[in-house]
């Protein structure tokens, strides 16, 4: 098709009205569904070691994933597990094409399974909300109307409330919802942006997302192939199509009856009969519609099912690929990486340096120092106290400026001199190695270089 079934031939908004069948397949995306809802709504709340599930806090650049928190610091293990996510992504894809749009992403979650099921509640059908958009305005069109988009707006309230405390935190979420507005007012003036946008976007924006907005559908186009599994039609089976009739001689056609459900179910308007489009979510409300009529008339389901071209073509079994089995071995790689950095991360990074240009000095007892600038990076939850000792026992630290306690996610400035015994110093640079001590553990061991006179 040259022009996307959303639009008419003019380029104008064509307004789509799915119907529902409620199949199998939507059965399992609606017990996914239930469980993603669940966990989306009670996420800000749920604690793991009294840290949140998930916190994305960018304005105190405090981020948390399963309990564990990362700060600013941590910048490389986010840009690593992007990657990962990425890698990811592109196997899926590769795989199963864009079945995580049908099944998994929230757009399609909330759009499908909550929003349009209140507009089918209080509007009807398919024909029914056709008829409903078309008549003129009376008080039920009004009523249904108000009552429709008052819901959606509640709705989208309470979806911009949870979206914020993923933001913010489900504390000061509570702080904006419980004390005066003019105490909270960014946060306020937030929740009524984001209600807007997703009232916006769940009442008129709808399958635009999918097939204008979001640049995954075109990804899809670059990365499948003839092995990848995506919801087709079998045309080997299926086509000369026709209409079933008694009296007439089926034997030359294909199964397909052209009853165009296939079409009226679709979410974003295609027909699958075309083939494999960038608009097609891999939702599988095609699927459950032609395998009602086929059980209908006593023919094998899934005309319309999860077919790779080859499949259909060749039929050929699935087939993992060696384009599969390369991105699936430096996934692998990568999270093995991902997972090495993540159980090696300590709580407190220090960095040491010299001061430059600077030549050693003597002191009393026959000492000789160097000063060094430290940088401690607190990246627990707790505010941390610690001291800077050498390993070597005979060396002595004395502080210009002592560390003190280190806020949680923040960092200290420290100066101080090493001291170490000149009988100790054999030639003009030794390595002396330099403990973070937290409590009575040993955070973090640094080695830094220490400038002497020559053959003492």
Same mark, same amino acid.
């Given at each position: 098709?040259?022009t996307?079934?959303?639009?008419?031939?003019?380029g104008k908004?064509?307004?789509?009205?799915?119907?529902?069948?409620?199949?199998?397949?939507?059965?399992w995306?609606?017990?996914?569904?239930?469980?993603?809802?669940?966990?989306?709504f009670?996420?800000?709340?749920l604690r793991?070691?009294?840290?949140?599930?998930?916190?994305?806090?960018f304005?105190?650049?405090?981020?948390?994933?399963?309990g564990?928190?990362?700060?600013?610091?941590?910048i490389?293990l986010?840009?690593?597990?992007?990657?990962?996510?990425?890698?990811?992504?592109?196997?899926?894809?590769?795989?199963?094409?864009r079945?995580?749009?049908?099944?998994?992403?929230?757009?399609t979650?909330?759009?499908?399974?909550?929003?349009?099921?209140?507009?089918?509640?209080?509007?009807?059908?398919a024909?029914?909300r056709?008829?409903?958009?078309?008549?003129?305005?009376?008080?039920?069109?009004?009523?249904?109307k108000?009552s429709?988009?008052?819901?959606f707006i509640?709705?989208?309230?309470?979806?911009?409330?949870?979206f914020?405390?993923?933001?913010?935190?489900?504390?000061?979420?509570?702080?904006?919802?419980?004390?005066p507005?003019?105490?909270h007012?960014?946060?306020?003036?937030?929740?009524?942006?984001?209600? +807007?946008v997703f009232?916006?976007?769940?009442?008129? *924006?709808?399958?635009?997302? $999918?097939?204008?907005i #979001? @640049?995954? %559908?075109?990804?899809?186009?670059?990365?499948?192939?003839?092995d990848?599994m995506?919801?087709?039609?079998?045309d080997k089976?299926?086509?000369?199509?026709?209409?079933?009739?008694k009296? +007439?001689d089926?034997?030359?056609?294909g199964?397909? *009856?052209?009853?165009?459900? $296939?079409?009226?179910? #679709? @979410?974003? %308007?295609?027909?699958i009969?075309n083939?494999?489009q960038?608009?097609c979510?891999?939702?599988?409300a095609c699927?459950?519609?032609c395998?009602?009529?086929?059980a209908?008339?006593?023919?094998?389901l899934?005309?319309?099912g999860?077919?790779s071209?080859?499949?259909?073509?060749?039929d050929?079994?699935?087939?993992f690929?060696w384009?599969?089995?390369?991105?699936?071995?430096?996934?692998?790689l990568?999270?093995?990486?991902?997972a090495?950095?993540?159980?090696?991360?300590s709580e407190?990074d220090?960095?040491?340096?010299?001061?430059?240009?600077?030549?050693?000095?003597e002191?009393?007892?026959?000492?000789?120092s160097?000063v060094?600038?430290?940088e401690?990076?607190?990246k627990?939850?707790e505010?941390k106290?610690?001291?800077?000792a050498?390993?070597?026992k005979?060396?002595k630290?004395?502080y210009?400026q002592?560390?003190?306690?280190?806020?949680k996610?923040?960092?200290a400035?420290?100066v101080?001199?090493?001291?170490?015994?000149?009988?100790?110093?054999?030639?003009?640079?030794?390595t002396?190695?330099?403990q973070?001590?937290?409590?009575?553990?040993?955070a973090?061991?640094?080695?830094t270089s220490?400038?002497?006179?020559?053959?003492?």
């Amino acid at each position: 098709m040259d022009t996307a079934a959303v639009f008419t031939d003019k380029g104008k908004r064509r307004w789509l009205y799915p119907a529902l069948r409620k199949g199998k397949l939507y059965q399992w995306r609606a017990a996914i569904s239930y469980v993603y809802l669940i966990f989306f709504f009670a996420g800000p709340f749920l604690r793991i070691g009294g840290q949140p599930l998930l916190l994305l806090n960018f304005m105190e650049r405090k981020f948390v994933l399963l309990g564990q928190v990362f700060w600013p610091q941590d910048i490389f293990l986010f840009a690593l597990a992007t990657l990962v996510f990425m890698v990811f992504v592109l196997l899926f894809t590769i795989a199963f094409g864009r079945v995580f749009c049908g099944w998994i992403c929230p757009q399609t979650i909330f759009m499908e399974m909550v929003f349009r099921r209140i507009e089918i509640w209080i509007e009807g059908d398919a024909n029914k909300r056709r008829k409903l958009d078309a008549s003129e305005w009376t008080s039920e069109k009004l009523l249904k109307k108000g009552s429709k988009h008052g819901i959606f707006i509640l709705l989208s309230f309470l979806i911009a409330n949870t979206f914020l405390g993923y933001v913010i935190g489900s504390e000061n979420l509570l702080k904006i919802i419980t004390e005066p507005v003019s105490s909270h007012t960014v946060g306020f003036i937030s929740i009524w942006v984001f209600t +807007a946008v997703f009232y916006l976007v769940y009442s008129q *924006v709808r399958e635009l997302v $999918c097939t204008v907005i #979001c @640049p995954y %559908g075109r990804l899809q186009g670059v990365l499948i192939d003839k092995d990848t599994m995506v919801v087709a039609y079998n045309d080997k089976r299926g086509e000369p199509r026709g209409k079933l009739k008694k009296a +007439a001689d089926q034997s030359k056609l294909g199964d397909c *009856v052209d009853c165009g459900l $296939c079409v009226a179910v #679709c @979410p974003t %308007g295609i027909d699958i009969r075309n083939g494999t489009q960038l608009e097609c979510t891999n939702c599988t409300a095609c699927i459950d519609a032609c395998n009602d009529v086929m059980a209908k008339i006593n023919r094998e389901l899934n005309l319309v099912g999860f077919y790779s071209e080859n499949m259909i073509e060749k039929d050929q079994r699935p087939t993992f690929t060696w384009r599969m089995r390369g991105y699936s071995a430096v996934m692998a790689l990568l999270l093995g990486v991902l997972a090495y950095f993540i159980f090696s991360r300590s709580e407190l990074d220090m960095t040491v340096m010299r001061s430059a240009g600077m030549l050693y000095q003597e002191q009393p007892g026959n000492y000789i120092s160097n000063v060094y600038n430290a940088e401690i990076i607190n990246k627990s939850n707790e505010t941390k106290t610690v001291a800077i000792a050498p390993e070597d026992k005979s060396i002595k630290i004395k502080y210009i400026q002592a560390p003190g306690p280190i806020e949680k996610g923040g960092s200290a400035k420290v100066v101080f001199f090493v001291m170490v015994p000149a009988g100790d110093i054999h030639s003009p640079k030794t390595t002396v190695k330099l403990q973070l001590i937290n409590g009575q553990k040993v955070a973090a061991i640094e080695s830094t270089s220490f400038i002497g006179p020559a053959n003492n």
